[in-house]
């Protein structure tokens, strides 16, 4: 077998200055990133891997098997010239600017040139502290790990932008955390991810130098990012600058609206947490929506204000977007583009989601739906679904589904759905006649449509899942793991890498939420204890 071996282009840290202290203790950093060694682990083993991120990082199966796989990327063995960083950046977290915070718990292993000639960064999440540890201590348990793993790969293969997951391992040292912040810590084991990305930079990595009105580290960095992640906008110039603003917008702007497709809430969607490049990042306490809930919220630190819940991603997002315009203005010194871009941020949304709802429901919207003016019997058969889907707990993934193959005769409507509803008591006479109202005028505008009935079907399943990472079954693998029994982690690994497609042997994955989940932690509710 082959020794593992990278082509390195260690791009980020031939360009930026390091910070010229080199040892590892928290502190304020002025430049880009700081030199620092993942720590080296007491006895590691590999739990889980991904291998299609293996082979676009151009490893073979056998090289993820060997013993130099799971040193590497358990943090305990470094290949010749890597020279692993942890990143400068800040953020607003909960609306409020947090300063520095850096990566605290994460260090880039090495910049590697792909085989197919792109390029990705191989990071390893919790690896120990970095000088933007603060308090912290750097290190991941593993039921945070299996989160991010199973979502992260879960969310490629739903079609939706996010970082990837290329390994999951134990560590064989246990870290200690209080799970509730109610004076209960307790050891619990340790793991470490290594995630994939073409680019970890956040929306904050700009507000920081912005904020310490470092103009030239913050010119180099957006200069950095479009020559590396937006090179088809051209040289950096200020009408470049402006091109990529409104890229980042629209990328965000597709991002939440597959979320808002699949019912992913993200939970923590501080600024620190944004991809520039409009990738999902930083899978903490997120959450799947299992009865559909505008107003749900997975995160038990947001539990007051719900500032992060279902329903206000987009306006969240583009609050986000906001600070970021706000912290790249000095290189663009004109308000009026940059509030354009926003703006559009809104209009764009709103014909996404639209698009995206028609997609779900199989319906075709007229050419002039976004033209001014048009009435939009879509757009409010959206809005009444949202209201319907609310009235009584109704399982989105399995509504969704259901309506795909609705039957044409009204007197199978109840019992063809029935199996999308939490409880049956809730069916009142008076819900049963705001279903039927909907599901008439559903059926008018679908048959609209002079496609096949079978064809609508067809697309609607394409876009709408069957199996999602149902927070309960996440959980239970979770539970699982914790006795070294890794068979329902890789079960769900791998019938979530065909969420679209009816896979009968894997039917109890796409069942609703059981009661004895509804209100139990890590199922209904996270904190941001990882
Ligand atoms: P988050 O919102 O979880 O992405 O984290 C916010 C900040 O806290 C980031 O700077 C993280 O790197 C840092 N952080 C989170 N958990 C830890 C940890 N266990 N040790 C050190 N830093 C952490
Ligand atoms: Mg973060």
Known sequence: MSAIKFTLDNKFTNTFTADEI???YPRQVMSAYSFVAPKKTAMPTLIASSELVAQQIGLTEEQVSSPEFLQLFSGNG??????????????HQFGHWAGQLGDGRAINLAEIITPNNGHKTLQLKGAGPTPYSRTADGFAVLRSSVREFLCSEAMFHLGVATTRALSLSLTGDNVVRDMFYDGHAKAEPGAVVCRVSSSFIRFGSFQLPSSRKDLSLLTQ???????????????????????????VCNRTCKLVVDWMRVGFVHGVMNTDNMSIIGETIDYGPYGWIDNFDLNWTPNTTDANGKRYRFGVQAEIAQWNLFQLANAIFPLIKDVEPLEKALNNFSKNYQQQWQTMMAAKLGIELPVDAFTEGASSLERSLFIDLENLLMMIETDMTIFYRRLADLPDDKSFWLSHLKTCFY?????????????????ERYSQLRDNSNKHRSDISKAMNEVNPKYVLRNYLAQQAIELAEKQDYTLLKQLQKVLENPYDEQPEYDQFAEKRPDWAKNKAGCSMLSCSS
């Open 78 to 91: 470094l290949l010749e010239n890597m020279q692993p960083f942890a990143m400068c950046y800040g953020g």
């Open 221 to 247: 960095l957006v200069d950095y990012v479009i020559e590396r992640d937006f090179a088809h906008l051209g040289a950096p110039s200020t009408e470049v600058y402006l091109a990529w603003f409104n890229e």
């Open 423 to 439: 409880n049956e008591n809730e069916i009142t006479a008076d819900y049963k006649s705001v279903l039927f109202n909907w599901l």
């Open 22 to 24: 080199a040892e590892n």
